[in-house]
């Protein structure tokens, strides 16, 4: 029958083959350019998706074992190792690392994928294996793009990623979004995604939600589903903007829009 978990485990595994690819290309010269993530170059996105990839490992191998989240000892040794790496040894080790998570994810049974939970030890509650590897995919699918977009400012995210993101963004935009930039408004946008299709609420007030869509809204955002995601985690400067993105209404504009997602 599958599970929900399913859906972000594959897209786990496309996105992985994607990275590597990519990554094998290279040349050593590339892993120093400045990534499109905020003072990290290709080599540093690399590492830290390595050293993401043995906390995650370890954190669902924990959970799997019945035991506690691994603590910052751990998580600070791991850090430690890769930023002791070169460049070329970040982009050489990266692979494995990445490797080793996916393909324990690929091993869990369908019963595992179900009903196992994950304790992140920072969050309130834990997370089932679907929101687990869902947020992993948001990380990794993010961060590929953060490589890609150094050398071609016309990367869009991955669309197997894609679909799967949305319900992690619904969790986390809250801590991704600062209506400070926007004073004492208070806004209630409809987003108009496509490819997919998608059309969610966005409510800009004490904080940030995601919502259904509001029947009257104060603004309406047409953009494309990545860039919409893109967007949500800083990743939407002009020159990363497709072509037809509108946002009209409210009196908003789309330079005020992305001060609200100041993006990691």
Same mark, same amino acid.
């Given at each position: 029958?599958?599970?929900?978990?399913?859906?972000?485990?594959?897209?786990?595994?496309?996105?992985?083959?994607?990275?590597?690819?990519?990554?094998?290309?290279?040349?050593?010269?590339?892993?120093?350019?400045?990534?499109?993530?905020?003072?990290?170059?290709?080599?540093?996105?690399?590492?830290?998706?390595?050293?993401?990839?043995?906390?995650?490992?370890?954190?669902?191998?924990?959970?799997?074992?019945?035991?506690?989240?691994?603590?910052?000892?751990?998580?600070?040794?791991?850090?430690?190792?890769?930023?002791?790496?070169?460049?070329?040894?970040?982009?050489?080790?990266?692979?494995?690392?990445?490797?080793?998570?996916?393909?324990?994810?690929?091993?869990?049974?369908?019963?595992?994928?179900?009903? &196992? !939970?994950?304790?992140?030890?920072?969050?309130?509650?834990? *997370?089932? @294996?679907? =929101?687990? #590897? +869902? %947020? $992993? /995919?948001?990380?990794?699918?993010?961060?590929?793009?953060?490589?890609?977009?150094?050398?071609?400012?016309?990367?869009?995210?991955?669309?197997?990623?894609?679909?799967?993101?949305?319900?992690?963004?619904?969790?986390?935009?809250?801590?991704?979004?600062?209506?400070?930039?926007?004073?004492?408004?208070?806004?209630?946008?409809?987003?108009?995604?496509?490819?997919?299709?998608?059309?969610?609420?966005?409510?800009?007030?004490?904080?940030?939600? &995601? !919502?259904?869509?509001?029947?009257?809204?104060?603004?309406? *955002?047409? @953009?494309? =589903?990545? #860039? +919409? %995601? $893109? /967007?949500?985690?800083?990743?939407?400067?002009?020159?990363?903007?497709?072509?037809?993105?509108?946002?009209?209404?409210?009196?908003?504009?789309?330079?005020?829009?992305?001060?609200?997602?100041?993006?990691?």
């Amino acid at each position: 029958m599958g599970s929900r978990a399913d859906g972000p485990i594959e897209a786990l595994r496309a996105g992985h083959e994607q990275l590597t690819s990519y990554v094998a290309r290279l040349a050593p010269q590339d892993l120093e350019r400045m990534s499109a993530a905020d003072e990290w170059t290709v080599a540093q996105v690399l590492s830290h998706l390595g050293s993401s990839a043995e906390i995650g490992l370890a954190t669902l191998d924990a959970a799997r074992a019945g035991s506690g989240a691994p603590g910052a000892e751990f998580n600070e040794k791991v850090w430690a190792g890769w930023d002791a790496m070169s460049a070329p040894e970040q982009a050489e080790s990266f692979p494995g690392a990445n490797e080793a998570l996916v393909a324990r994810f690929e091993e869990l049974d369908e019963t595992a994928r179900a009903e &196992l !939970t994950v304790d992140l030890g920072f969050l309130p509650q834990p *997370l089932d @294996i679907a =929101a687990f #590897a +869902a %947020l $992993r /995919l948001g990380e990794f699918t993010y961060h590929t793009w953060d490589i890609e977009a150094a050398f071609d400012p016309a990367a869009v995210l991955a669309p197997t990623a894609v679909a799967h993101l949305f319900e992690p963004l619904g969790m986390l935009i809250g801590f991704l979004g600062d209506t400070t930039p926007l004073g004492d408004r208070r806004l209630r946008l409809a987003v108009r995604a496509e490819r997919p299709d998608l059309s969610p609420g966005l409510e800009l007030g004490d904080g940030v939600a &995601l !919502t259904e869509a509001p029947a009257d809204p104060d603004a309406v *955002l047409e @953009i494309p =589903a990545e #860039a +919409a %995601l $893109r /967007l949500a985690v800083g990743r939407l400067a002009e020159r990363y903007t497709p072509a037809g993105t509108r946002l009209t209404g409210g009196g908003l504009t789309l330079d005020e829009l992305r001060l609200v997602f100041p993006g990691f």
